[in-house]
T-cell receptor, first 114, second 112 residues
Framework: SAVISQKPSRDICQRGTSLTIQCQVD?????MFWYRQQPGQSLTLIAT?????????ESGFVIDKFPISRPNLTFSTLTVSNMSPEDSSIYLC???????????FGEGSRLTVL | DAKTTQPTSMDCAEGRAANLPCNHS???????VYWYRQIHSQGPQYIIH???NNETNEMASLIITEDRKSSTLILPHATLRDTAVYYC?????????????FGSGTRLQVQP
């Protein structure tokens, strides 16, 4: 199975600042996805990170707030911009493995905004 | 994606089989049934998936009804470490949207 590393694993940030979360995979993958999990809730898809093109965002999420990069087949970043306390969540990276189509998840980045 | 319905919570005694049901009555012919679980403070973990035949791996068994409108995940000998939220998800893998859409899942509590 693909091994996914997310950084940072957790952070405490001030209102109005931005934070970039990194997702590194140990093998080439086709699709990469970013999810948000608010406290006590299930996972919600933010966007699909496409290699070589702009990310595809789900309803309720916009590029200005959550810019995403995917420069190659093994790496992606998600930025949470102009943060407010409502952005306090766990942000998870997920990848679709190239040869099996299975999806794997990182351990998440726990963000607290004060 | 087809919607799934799962019980909110279940209890199971340690060492006994845990049977987690899932209804997906609107599933399409090209949608697979996937099961993931999320142990507290960790990322979701893949368990098993299937299309129409029953499947078994080292973690669990998946029983899909003949009409594919429901399925059951079976953990044959539940341990305390199996306490988690279990998600049943239907997903297209060949084309189009391939992300997983999570419902609220079943919170399984394994009791000593």
């Amino acid at each position: 199975s693909a091994v996914i590393s997310q950084k940072p694993s957790r952070d405490i940030c001030q209102r109005g600042t931005s934070l970039t979360i990194q997702c590194q995979v140990d093998s080439q993958v086709t699709m990469m996805f970013w999810y948000r999990q608010q406290p006590g809730q299930s996972l919600t898809l933010i966007a699909t990170a496409n290699q070589g093109s702009e990310a595809t965002y789900e309803s309720g999420f916009v590029i200005d707030k959550f810019p995403i990069s995917r420069p190659n087949l093994t790496f992606s970043t998600l930025t949470v911009s102009n943060m407010s306390p409502e952005d306090s969540s766990i942000y998870l990276c997920s990848v679709e493995q190239l040869n099996t189509g299975e999806l794997f998840f990182g351990e998440g980045s726990r963000l607290t905004v004060l | 994606d087809a919607k799934t319905t799962q019980p909110t919570s279940m209890d199971c005694a340690e060492g006994r089989a845990a049977n987690l049901p899932c209804n997906h009555s609107t599933i399409s012919g090209n949608e697979y049934v996937y099961w993931y679980r999320q142990i507290h403070s960790q990322g979701p973990q893949y368990i098993i998936h299937g299309l129409k035949n029953n499947e078994t791996n080292e973690m669990a068994s998946l029983i899909i009804t003949e009409d594919r409108k429901s399925s059951t995940l079976i953990l044959p000998h539940a341990t305390l470490r199996d306490t988690a939220v279990y998600y049943c998800i239907v997903r297209v893998t060949d084309t189009g949207r391939r992300a997983l859409t999570f419902g609220s899942g079943t919170r399984l509590q394994v009791q000593p």
